[in-house]
């Protein structure tokens, strides 16, 4: 296999790196922005998650919306989080492969836009689906049992999390945040 020379002008991280939890904590332990930028995710990120699992009791017209979803709301937030971690590990498994087929069709468009590749959109979209069922399970096992809502309800919540709040912000064109 030939070796790729590869000089960096510019170190660019893709956008799943950028939403993913551990990167965000060592970006605002060295200072600056992250800092700022690991607030406002984990605080939007919470808010997302309280909305859409008091939107999904709203629908089911579950009696006690507000203190069910708030009973829930850290574990269901700790179970995206969870899901994200995971789902970005075959991300970066295709980008730590040392293959050309691998490098030209698929993690070097991690790096500009994956809409330029089917087969990098493909993956996205894959671990997307990976990451949503992920958090359908981890939400439908665990963080809802925490609350007295019915096998049905459980389902539905967790249903409604998965689709609404999963990873969408990975088909971002990561060069969009650079020049």
Same mark, same amino acid.
């Given at each position: 296999?030939?070796?790729?020379?590869?000089?960096?002008?510019?170190? $660019? &991280?893709?956008?799943? $790196?950028?939403?993913?939890?551990?990167?965000? =904590?060592?970006?605002?332990?060295?200072?600056? /922005?992250?800092? $700022?930028?690991?607030? $406002?995710? *984990?605080?939007?990120?919470?808010?997302? !998650?309280?909305?859409?699992?008091?939107? /999904? *009791?709203?629908?089911?017209?579950?009696?006690?919306?507000?203190?069910?979803?708030?009973?829930?709301?850290?574990?269901?937030?700790?179970?995206?989080?969870?899901?994200?971690?995971?789902?970005? +590990?075959?991300?970066?498994? *295709?980008?730590?492969?040392?293959?050309?087929?691998?490098?030209?069709? +698929?993690?070097?468009? =991690?790096?500009?836009? &994956?809409?330029?590749?089917?087969?990098?959109?493909?993956?996205?979209?894959?671990?997307?689906? =990976?990451?949503?069922?992920?958090?359908?399970?981890?939400?439908?096992?665990?963080?809802?049992?925490?609350? !007295?809502?019915?096998?049905?309800?459980?389902?539905?919540? /967790? *249903?409604?999390?998965? +689709?609404?709040? /999963?990873?969408?912000?990975?088909?971002?064109?990561?060069?969009?945040?650079?020049?």
């Amino acid at each position: 296999m030939k070796k790729r020379s590869v000089t960096m002008y510019n170190m $660019v &991280i893709p956008m799943f $790196v950028v939403l993913w939890p551990p990167a965000w =904590f060592f970006t605002s332990i060295m200072g600056g /922005a992250g800092g $700022v930028l690991l607030l $406002v995710m *984990l605080v939007g990120n919470l808010a997302v !998650d309280w909305l859409v699992t008091a939107l /999904a *009791l709203r629908l089911q017209k579950v009696p006690q919306i507000k203190k069910k979803s708030l009973a829930v709301l850290i574990p269901v937030w700790l179970s995206g989080f969870a899901a994200d971690f995971l789902g970005g +590990i075959p991300l970066f498994v *295709l980008m730590g492969v040392d293959n050309d087929w691998i490098y030209e069709n +698929i993690s070097g468009y =991690f790096y500009t836009s &994956i809409f330029e590749s089917p087969y990098a959109l493909a993956a996205t979209l894959l671990d997307i689906l =990976f990451v949503g069922l992920l958090i359908y399970r981890f939400n439908r096992n665990w963080s809802l049992t925490m609350t !007295d809502l019915t096998d049905q309800q459980r389902k539905r919540t /967790a *249903l409604t999390l998965a +689709i609404l709040t /999963a990873p969408y912000l990975f088909l971002l064109p990561t060069r969009w945040f650079y020049n």
